[in-house]
T-cell receptor, first 114, second 116 residues
Framework: GNSVTQMEGPVTLSEEAFLTINCTYTATGYPSLFWYVQYPGEGLQLLLKATKADDKGSNKGFEATYRKETTSFHLEKGSVQVSDSAVYFCALSDPTGGGNKLTFGTGTQLKVEL | KAGVTQTPRYLIKTRGQQVTLSCSPISGHRSVSWYQQTPGQGLQFLFEYFSETQRNKGNFPGRFSGRQFSNSRSEMNVSTLELGDSALYLC???????????????FGPGTRLTVL
């Protein structure tokens, strides 16, 4: 079946540090890939997405490239801020069957300190 | 455009009771999906509705059910509540969400259900 593996958290960084959160996936077809972010007490917000191999999704300084050869979609940001503290989820859309289903990783908590 | 709304935001129930949660999708979106989020199991897919029909279903017992109305609003129901049903229930909507879709799912703020 489909699965998403994310690096364990929490990840603690100083403000302006470089961020990488690793994400790898297993899928039977050619999924779309997503990063969602969840702030405390809130639902999920789409951060970025990529729909085919070599696509790069980007938003608010975050980037991720769909790497089919390594089945990866790592999230990066050059300079994190305290306001980026949240839980980040990597997800894929299920390309098989009929309908809409997201498979999520376990989430990675990011803490950014001054 | 208004986002996905969910009501109520918080619920407290006791074991054995039943509960109904409501979700209003973004205007024009026809696909509504439900997810359960718990610290132990993470985010798990419950089911998806499109044009008032359940199109996809996750691996949950029959106590979990849902429906969709002609205006795309959706409800989910949990009967005979158990302690383990305590969770954040998230609703997401997308335009069509067909198989292999590149549609984005937009999430609501969730309903926090506590079962005592």
């Amino acid at each position: 079946g489909n699965s998403v593996t994310q690096m364990e958290g929490p990840v603690t960084l100083s403000e302006e540090a470089f961020l990488t959160i690793n994400c790898t996936y297993t899928a039977t077809g050619y999924p779309s890939l997503f990063w969602y972010v969840q702030y405390p007490g809130e639902g999920l917000q789409l951060l970025l997405k990529a729909t085919k191999a070599d696509d790069k999704g980007s938003n608010k300084g975050f980037e991720a490239t769909y790497r089919k050869e390594t089945t990866s979609f790592h999230l990066e940001k050059g300079s994190v801020q305290v306001s980026d503290s949240a839980v980040y989820f990597c997800a894929l859309s299920d390309p098989t069957g009929g309908g809409n289903k997201l498979t999520f990783g376990t989430g990675t908590q990011l803490k950014v300190e001054l | 455009k208004a986002g996905v709304t969910q009501t109520p935001r918080y619920l407290i129930k006791t074991r054995g009771q039943q509960v109904t949660l409501s979700c209003s999708p973004i205007s024009g979106h026809r696909s509504v999906s439900w997810y359960q989020q718990t610290p132990g199991q993470g985010l798990q897919f419950l089911f998806e509705y499109f044009s008032e029909t359940q199109r996809n279903k996750g691996n949950f017992p029959g106590r979990f059910s849902g429906r969709q109305f002609s205006n795309s609003r959706s409800e989910m129901n949990v009967s005979t509540l158990e302690l383990g049903d305590s969770a954040l229930y998230l609703c997401a909507s997308s335009l069509y969400g067909s198989a292999g879709s590149t549609d984005t799912q937009y999430f609501g703020p969730g309903t926090r259900l506590t079962v005592l």
